[in-house]
Every structure is written in structure tokens, then in C-alpha cells.
């Protein structure tokens, strides 16, 4: 079965400076995997999703995250926070075959400071 | 653009009554998705429905129940309350002919079981 990691519960960042969250996943293939943004109260938004080809995925709000199959990673990067960007952050990965259902980490809490 | 609706928003229960969450998905999407999301847990999947039928099964417990109608609305009826069900209840959905891991997600219905 699919696993993913989180490795950091919470980060704290400036804003205006860089943001890297760590994703691992366990998978015997290629996986799908996902990268969810979810405010206090709110939903699950999908920020961006890898399926296959170019490594480097862009998403929205300025976020990209980077395959690397060597390393088991899909680490969210963005180059600038900003404030609003304060939220829960959380990793899936979605394997091949019959099962749809998404796997999550236990997310990482960001935190901007002013 | 529409989104997943789930109604109620919120819904407050007592130990051993009966509760009754909906889903909308957004029009043209043929699956759903119900995840369970403990508080400061990560969403674990529940059940899926594909085109009204039972598609996957998770971690549902069995005094829980789903079906998708023909509309392609779905219900998630869960009984015999008890209060570690209290969490947030989210309900996804997948375009039909896309990607089956592409899943849009809802705001979410926050039961409060006391």
C-alpha cells in the first residue's frame, strides 16, 4: 500500500522569503501525487498534481513541486510567501489500478511571519 | 466555476442518533468521494461511488452507509453516533473521462457529536 510522509508538522517563514515543504511517498511505481492547501474551516484546494512527464509541476498561487523518483520526493517549493499563504498543507499520492482513493500525509502547518 | 456543495455545513448530534451528510458534485462529474478528517488529523477515505455504483472502500465504519443517486448527488448516512465521529466530513468529486485522482473537494460538513 501507498504511504506519504510529511516529515515537518510546522514551519515558520518570513514573508517574502522561500518556502520548501518535504513530501516522501512509498509506491512501487510511479505514483500520481497531489499537493492540497486547506485554510482554517475550509476545504481541500488542489494546488498541483504530478502524473507524468516533465518533473517540475507548476501550480497555482505561485507553487511548484519538483518529482524526484530517486528520493521518493514531490517537495512543494514556492520562491516568495506571502501572508496569505498561511494555511495547512498537505501531500497525496494516488496509486495505479483499481483503487481511486487518495492517500494523505498528516500535513504541515505554515505559519507566515510579518 | 461550481464547486462540490455539502450540505449541512454544520451539524450538531447526540451519542446514538443518526446523521445524514449530502454531496453535490460539480456538474459532469461522475464520481464521488467522502474522506473523514479527525481534528488535526489527515482526511482518510471512506467510500467512492462511480457512475451510482460502489467503487472503493476504506476506513468506513459499518454503522456508516453511502449510496450515489441518479442525479449523481450522494448521501453518507451514518448511525448509532458515537464521539469519536465527530470531525469534518469532506466530499470530493472526479470529472468523468478525466483523470480518476483529479478530485475536487467540498468545504466540508463539520459534525459535532456530543
Known amino acids: 500500500a501507498q504511504s506519504v510522509t510529511q516529515p515537518d508538522i510546522h514551519i515558520t517563514v518570513s514573508e517574502g522569503a522561500s518556502l520548501e515543504l518535504r513530501c516522501n511517498y512509498s509506491y512501487g511505481a510511479t505514483p500520481y501525487l497531489f499537493w492540497y492547501v486547506q485554510s482554517p474551516g475550509q476545504g481541500l484546494q488542489l494546488l498541483l498534481k504530478?502524473?507524468?512527464?516533465?518533473?517540475l509541476v507548476q501550480g497555482i498561487k505561485g507553487f511548484e513541486a519538483e518529482f524526484k523518483r530517486s528520493q521518493s520526493s514531490f517537495n512543494l517549493r514556492k520562491p516568495s510567501v506571502h501572508w496569505s499563504d498561511a494555511a495547512e498543507y498537505f501531500c497525496a499520492v494516488g496509486a495505479h489500478g483499481s483503487a481511486r482513493q487518495l492517500t494523505f500525509g498528516s500535513g504541515t502547518q505554515l505559519t507566515v511571519l510579518p | 466555476a461550481a464547486g462540490v456543495i455539502q450540505s449541512p455545513r454544520h451539524l450538531i448530534k447526540e451519542k446514538r442518533e443518526t446523521a445524514t451528510l449530502k454531496c453535490y458534485p460539480i456538474p459532469r462529474h461522475d464520481t464521488v468521494y467522502w474522506y473523514q478528517q479527525g481534528p488535526g488529523q489527515d482526511p482518510q477515505f471512506l467510500i467512492s461511488f462511480y457512475e451510482k455504483m460502489q467503487s472503493d472502500k476504506g476506513s468506513i465504519p459499518d454503522r456508516f452507509s453511502a449510496q450515489q443517486f441518479s442525479d449523481y448527488h450522494s448521501e453518507l448516512n451514518m448511525s448509532s453516533l458515537e464521539l469519536g465521529d465527530s470531525a469534518l466530513y469532506f466530499c470530493?468529486?472526479?470529472?468523468?473521462?478525466?483523470?480518476?485522482?483529479?478530485?475536487?473537494f467540498g468545504p466540508g460538513t463539520r459534525l459535532t457529536v456530543t
Open positions: 504530478y502524473f507524468s512527464g516533465d518533473t
Open positions: 470530493a468529486s472526479s470529472p468523468a473521462g478525466g483523470s480518476l485522482y483529479e478530485q475536487y
